[in-house]
């Protein structure tokens, strides 16, 4: 089935030590999402790229970065990371950034915890 | 800026109960609407969406109808199950398909 798929669910990283989470899809979308997702929070959009245009949320840590080698991948790193950016990270995609009606499609999410 | 307000949680039915989650947006021009549901430790799925004034969304005995007139979206379904606990997300989406998503609301449904 298509899907966004992201690796791993689970990731466990030291204080300070870069990390790097992986989403792939098969959806043929266009535009890819990194969210922020805090224990009882909204998601809070991180970056996105529109084909290989990359678009940075204003308020986004100079901490976190991203890579989006082709269509089907892209990574988020964080280059080092402090306690606050334990969290729930997700992936999505949609089909072309071209109007409000497209629906994005999310991956399952990885845990990152910060030790 | 765009924003989505919505009933705070958790709410707590027993099964077979009557469901309303209240959601409702302040946007610029023409937003299309949707509702996202997060189960424990997973990520979010659409659960339904609609896009121009008085559509109506349905998928697994949820609606919504898209209320322009009251800038509102609520949730609904007849008779919850216990598979329905889970945490419910309304957003909406205007310029570039950028997603305003509300705080989320915890539905419990218990035996």
């Known amino acids: 089935d298509a899907m966004v798929i992201q690796n791993p669910r689970y990731q466990v990283t030291q204080f300070g030590k870069p990390v790097t989470l992986s989403c792939s899809q098969t959806?043929?979308?266009?535009?890819m999402y990194w969210y922020q997702q805090k224990s009882s929070q909204a998601p809070k959009l991180l970056f996105h790229y529109y084909d290989k245009d990359f678009n940075n949320e204003a308020d986004t840590p100079d901490n976190f970065q991203s890579r989006r080698p082709n269509t089907s991948f892209c990574f988020l790193d964080i280059r080092s990371p402090g306690l606050g950016d334990a969290a729930m990270y997700l992936c999505?995609?949609?089909?072309?950034?071209?109007?409000?009606?497209?629906?994005?499609?999310f991956g399952p999410g990885t845990r990152l915890t910060v030790l | 800026g765009d924003s989505v307000t919505q009933m705070e949680g958790p709410v707590t039915l027993s099964e077979e109960a009557f469901l309303t989650i209240n959601c409702t947006y302040t946007a610029t021009g023409y937003p299309s609407l949707f509702w996202y549901v997060q189960y424990p430790g997973e990520g979010l799925q659409l659960l339904l969406k609609?896009?121009?004034?008085?559509d109506k969304g349905s998928n697994k005995g949820f609606e919504a109808t898209y209320r322009k007139e009251t800038t509102s979206f609520h949730l609904e379904k007849g008779s919850v199950q216990v598979s329905d606990s889970a945490v419910y997300f309304c957003?909406?989406?205007?310029?570039?398909?950028?997603?305003?998503f509300g705080t989320g609301t915890r539905l419990q449904v218990t035996l």
């Open positions: 957003a909406l989406s205007g310029t570039a398909s950028k997603l305003t």
């Open positions: 959806l043929n979308h266009n535009v």
């Open positions: 999505a995609t949609s089909r072309v950034a071209s109007g409000s009606t497209d629906t994005q499609y």
């Open positions: 609609a896009t121009k004034a008085d």
